[in-house]
C-alpha cells in the first residue's frame, strides 16, 4: 500500500487494499470523511506501474478544481483536462474528466475508438456517485459503469446512501468483483443547534444528550398580515449568535436567490471582520478586478468588504470564484448560499445553518430529502481545524421541531436510477450491437436491478390481495359453487321484481273492477314457477347466504384490483425496454434506422448530447441554419436549447432571419411531436427565444453591462444560457455530415461567444 504521510482511518486502508488486490470498490462515506485519499492511492499505483487513471466528477467546475488540484501535486506533465469545452494534455497519466465525457468516449464515436481512449487505463474513479440520482443526468452514471471495459477497476466514491449494497451488488453484476466499504464515521462530528424566534439570544441544543427533542424549543407561530402568512426573517439575531459563540465561518443555506442576496444586505452592518482582514479583503479584490475588468462596478463589493457574500447560480462565475477564494482564506465569514453549494465545491465551514427543512418546488412546499439534508449539513467541520462542526436549522412556521429531530436523526435515502433511454443512446448501441444484444445491455441498467425494489410495494399488495382471495374461498354448507349462488341470486332479482309487477297489475284491474287478462293470469303462473324453482335451492334457508354473497362480491373486485396489478408489474418490468423501441420507432420513422442500423443520418444524430437529439439533428439536415451570420445562428441555437424558464421574461426583439427561421423550425417541432406522441416518447422540443436578442448583440460586439441591462435576471443564467449555445455549436464542428458553411459559421460564433466573462468557469 502506498505510505501516506499520515495515518489512514480503518475505511481508508480497507479500500486501499481492495484496490491493491484488483478488485474494483464503491465507497460510501459522510461529506468531509476524506474519500479523495483512497482515489489519489489508486493514482500513486498507476504513476508507479506506469498506467493510467481517469479521475470523473460530474460538473465542470469540479474538475476544474481537481485538476488544478493534481497538477500542483503530482507535476502539471502528468495530469490532463478534458470538459465539454476544454482539452489539455489528453494522453496524460491522470487525466481529469466530466462523467459525461467518460461516457462519450465509452460510445467510442466522437472521441475515437474505444480502445484508444481506454488504452493504458487500470482505474476509473467516478466521484460523487450518488450523482445516480440526478432527475437530468442520472443516467451518465449507469452507462459509464455498463460500459467500462471490465479489466479497468472501477473506484466508486458516493456521499451516504441506503442502498450501497444494493449498488455494489449490481456492478458486481455488469462490471466485475466489486467490494463495499461503508462508514458512517465523520473525523469531525456535528453538533445541532435550533434557532427558537422566542429566544433569540441564543441557539438551543436541538436534541438532549439521549437523543430526544430538546423541550425547551417552541414551534414557531404563524403570523398573518392582510390575510397573509407573514415571515419574518431573523438571518441577523442567528449569525450574531454565531460570531458570540465563535461558531463561524458558515455557510447559510437559503432555497431562493433573492433571499441569499437580501440576507447578505441584512448582515453588512454587524461588523464580522476586523480592520486588518478588510484591508485584506480589498487588497485581494483590487488584484482579482485587475484580471477581471468587468467586475469593477459589481454591486456585491462593498458586502464582501463586511465579510459577507451571496454565492448562487445567478451570479456570475468568476464573481463566485472570487467568493470561494476568499471564504477558503476564511476572510468571508458568511456567505448565503442556494443548496446548489452542497455538491461538494470546496468550502469547509464551521457551521452551516439550514434557513428552513422545507422548499419550494413547482408543486408547492415539500420538506427536504434526509439525503438533501445530510448534503447540506456535512459541509460543516474542517478537518484538521475544527474539533466540532455546527449545524443550525432556524425555526419556521412550516416546520414542527419534532419534524426537524426527526429529519436529523433519518438515514440517507436509497439511490433510485434515472436511466432513460434516448435517441443517441439507441443509435449508439445499435451501431455496435444486434438487437438482442443491445435488450441485453438495457437489462443490465441499474434501474432494472432494482426494479425489484421498486417493485416491492406492488407485489406485497399483490401478495396481500392472493392471500385475501383464499381466506375468503367459501365451503357451502350444500356443496353450492359461486356459479350456483350466481344462478340463485338471479333468479331471485327476478322473482322479487315479477312478484311485484303482478301485484300492481291485480291492483289497478280490481279497481276497474276487471277479470285478468289471460296473459295477466300466464305471468301469474309464471311466477309462481319461479318461486318454486328458487325453493329447489336450499340458500334462501341458509344462515350462510349473506356471507356468500358478499364474499363473491369482494373477490370479484380483488380480481379486477389484481389483473391491474400485475399489468403495472409488466410495464415497470419492461419499461427501459419499452422506451428503447419507442425511440427506435421515431427514428425508424425518420429515415434514421434502417434494418436496425444507423443511416448515415443516423450515425450523425449518435454523435449529438443534447436533450432531444432527433430535434437537433433534424434542424441540422432542413438546411435552415445554412444562410444565418454567427450572430443570427447563436440566437436561434439558443432558442432551441433553452428550457422553460418558471419566470416571465419581457420579449425583447431580434432580427428577422432569426425570426424567420424560428417559424420554420417550429414547423419541425410540430412534425417530431406527432410523430413522438404517436410512440408515446417524451423527450423535451424548446423554442424560447428568451435570450436570442441579448446573444446576437453580444455576438456582434456589445459590451456585457449593457447585455445585462436590458434584462432583469441574474448574470450567471445569461452565461449558461449562452455556455448552452456553444456546447452545441462546438458539437456543429465534430460531427459528421454537418455542411461545412455551417462549421466555419459555428466556430467563428464561439469564437466571438467566449470573451470575458462568458469564457470564465
Not at 161 to 169: G, M, Q
Not at 550 to 573: D, F, H, P, S, Y
Not at 592 to 615: C, F, H, V
Request: hydrophobic share 35%; proline share 4%.
Amino acid at each position: 500500500m502506498y505510505e501516506f504521510p499520515f495515518e489512514l482511518d480503518e475505511f481508508q486502508k480497507e479500500a486501499c487494499n481492495f484496490i491493491d488486490n484488483g478488485k474494483s470498490v464503491v465507497v460510501c462515506a459522510p461529506t468531509g470523511a476524506g474519500k479523495t485519499v483512497i482515489a489519489e492511492h489508486a493514482i500513486h499505483r498507476a504513476l508507479e506501474n506506469s498506467t493510467r487513471v481517469f479521475y470523473t466528477t460530474p460538473l465542470k467546475a469540479l474538475s476544474n478544481q481537481k485538476f488544478y488540484d493534481f497538477a500542483a501535486k503530482f507535476g502539471q506533465d502528468k495530469v490532463g483536462l478534458l470538459t465539454g469545452d476544454t482539452s489539455i494534455n489528453r494522453n496524460a497519466q491522470i487525466v481529469v474528466m466530466t462523467t459525461e465525457v467518460f461516457r462519450n468516449m465509452l460510445y467510442g464515436t466522437n472521441f475515437g475508438a474505444v480502445a484508444d481512449n481506454m488504452k493504458d487505463v487500470r482505474y476509473v474513479v467516478l466521484d460523487e456517485v450518488h450523482y445516480m440520482n440526478d432527475e437530468q443526468r442520472g443516467t451518465v452514471w449507469e452507462e459509464s459503469i455498463i460500459y467500462c471495459p471490465t479489466n479497468v477497476q472501477i473506484i466508486a466514491l458516493s456521499a451516504t446512501v441506503a442502498n450501497a449494497d444494493e449498488l455494489t451488488d449490481w456492478i458486481n453484476t455488469v462490471h466485475s468483483k466489486t467490494e463495499l466499504v461503508n462508514t458512517d464515521f465523520r473525523p469531525v462530528p456535528l453538533k445541532f443547534y435550533y434557532f427558537d424566534s422566542s429566544q433569540p439570544y441564543k441557539l438551543l441544543p436541538l436534541l438532549t444528550p439521549s437523543g430526544a427533542l430538546n423541550n425547551k424549543i417552541k414551534p414557531e407561530k404563524k403570523k398573518f398580515a392582510h390575510g397573509k402568512m407573514k415571515q419574518k426573517t431573523y438571518v441577523k439575531e442567528v449569525v450574531r449568535n454565531l460570531q458570540q459563540n465563535d461558531m463561524l465561518p458558515a455557510i447559510y443555506f437559503t432555497f431562493s436567490r433573492r433571499k441569499c442576496d437580501e440576507q447578505m444586505e441584512k448582515c453588512a452592518g454587524l461588523e464580522l471582520v476586523t480592520n486588518a482582514e478588510r484591508a485584506q479583503i480589498r487588497q485581494f479584490i483590487d488584484e482579482y478586478i485587475a484580471e477581471n475588468p468587468y467586475l469593477y462596478n459589481n454591486k456585491h463589493i462593498e458586502y464582501l468588504l463586511c465579510g459577507v457574500a451571496s454565492h448562487h447560480a445567478g451570479l456570475l462565475p468568476s464573481w463566485k470564484l472570487l467568493v470561494e477564494k476568499l471564504f477558503q482564506k476564511g476572510l468571508i465569514k458568511v456567505v448565503f448560499a442556494t443548496e446548489t453549494l452542497a455538491a461538494g465545491i470546496n468550502m469547509p465551514a464551521r457551521s452551516t445553518v439550514i434557513s428552513s427543512t422545507s422548499k419550494r418546488t413547482d408543486s408547492g412546499h415539500r420538506m427536504l430529502t434526509a439525503s438533501e439534508f445530510l448534503q447540506m449539513s456535512g459541509r460543516a467541520g474542517r478537518r484538521g481545524m475544527d474539533e466540532v462542526g455546527y449545524v443550525t436549522i432556524v425555526g419556521s412556521p412550516f416546520q414542527t421541531p419534532e419534524e426537524v429531530a426527526e429529519l436529523v436523526l433519518s438515514d440517507a435515502n436509497p439511490l433510485e436510477s434515472r436511466f432513460s433511454p434516448s435517441y443517441s443512446m439507441v443509435l449508439n448501441l445499435l451501431q455496435r450491437f444486434s438487437l438482442d444484444e443491445a435488450k441485453e445491455l438495457i437489462l443490465k441498467s441499474f434501474g432494472y436491478f432494482s426494479t425489484g425494489t421498486r417493485l416491492h410495494p406492488i407485489l406485497k399488495q399483490i401478495e396481500l390481495n392472493k392471500r385475501e382471495i383464499q381466506e375468503r374461498s367459501f365451503a357451502c354448507p350444500y356443496k353450492y359453487s359461486d356459479e350456483d349462488l350466481i344462478e340463485y341470486d338471479k333468479i331471485r332479482n327476478i322473482y322479487v321484481q315479477n312478484r311485484q309487477t303482478y301485484k300492481k297489475i291485480c291492483k289497478q284491474e280490481k279497481a276497474k273492477n276487471r277479470p285478468l287478462s289471460p296473459e295477466a293470469v300466464q305471468f301469474g303462473r309464471e311466477t309462481k314457477a319461479m318461486l318454486a324453482k328458487m325453493h329447489e335451492f336450499h340458500c334462501d334457508i341458509c344462515k350462510m347466504y349473506k356471507k356468500h354473497s358478499k364474499n363473491i362480491e369482494v373477490i370479484g373486485r380483488l380480481n379486477l384490483k389484481q389483473k391491474k396489478l400485475e399489468k403495472e408489474v409488466e410495464k415497470q418490468r419492461d419499461i427501459f425496454w419499452n422506451k428503447f423501441l419507442s425511440h427506435r420507432s421515431v427514428l425508424a420513422d425518420f429515415g434514421y434506422l434502417e434494418n436496425d442500423y444507423p443511416t448515415a443520418k443516423g450515425i450523425t444524430t449518435s454523435q449529438i448530447r443534447s436533450e432531444n437529439e432527433l430535434y437537433l439533428a433534424e434542424i441540422i439536415f432542413s438546411g435552415v441554419l445554412e444562410s444565418l451570420t454567427p450572430s443570427q445562428l447563436s440566437a436561434v441555437i439558443c432558442a432551441v436549447v433553452t428550457e422553460d424558464l418558471r419566470i416571465e421574461i419581457p420579449y425583447i426583439p431580434f432580427s428577422e432571419p432569426v425570426r424567420k427561421t424560428l417559424n420554420l423550425i417550429r414547423n419541425i417541432k410540430r412534425k417530431i411531436e406527432k410523430v413522438q406522441n404517436n410512440y408515446d416518447v417524451d423527450a423535451p422540443l424548446y423554442i424560447n427565444p428568451y435570450f436570442s436578442s441579448l446573444i446576437e448583440l453580444w455576438v456582434e460586439g456589445a459590451e456585457w453591462e449593457s447585455i445585462n441591462e436590458q434584462i432583469d435576471i441574474g448574470e450567471g443564467d445569461i452565461v449558461r444560457a449562452f455556455k448552452r449555445v456553444v456546447d452545441v455549436l462546438r458539437q456543429f464542428t465534430t460531427i459528421e455530415n454537418v455542411p461545412e458553411a455551417l462549421v466555419f459559421t459555428a466556430r467563428e460564433a464561439i469564437d466571438k461567444i467566449l470573451r470575458e466573462p462568458v469564457d470564465l468557469d
